[in-house]
């Protein structure tokens, strides 16, 4: 059995009558639904959350944990040392 979208009580391909639909992306299965620009959009809008989110969970860890450690170690050590470019105030220049 097809099942269409509903988007705002009204299904998406313009249809009418008592038919199968369900707001879910994944379970719309009538090609007209999947090809109107609501579906497309709200498919996009559901695509880029996960992304975001998983965007998000990745840059959580610490990335700059390493940065910091390479400049503690860079300024314990005795000498002209020096600090890359872009890792801010040099303690000895």
């Known amino acids: 059995m097809v099942t269409h979208l509903m988007h705002d009580g009204h ?3 313009g249809r009418e009558g008592d038919l199968p639909s369900s707001k879910t992306l994944n379970k719309v299965k009538c090609r007209n639904c999947r090809n109107t ?3 497309k959009q709200a498919r996009k ?3 880029n959350a996960s992304r975001r989110a998983a965007r998000k969970a990745k840059s959580g860890h610490g990335s ?3 940065r910091t450690a390479w400049s503690e170690r860079l300024a314990a050590i005795s000498g002209p040392q020096r600090l890359p470019r872009g890792f801010g105030e040099q303690a000895y220049v």
């Open 11 to 13: 299904l998406a391909c």
């Open 45 to 47: 809008d559901e695509r």
């Open 37 to 39: 620009e609501v579906y």
């Open 64 to 66: 700059s944990a390493w």
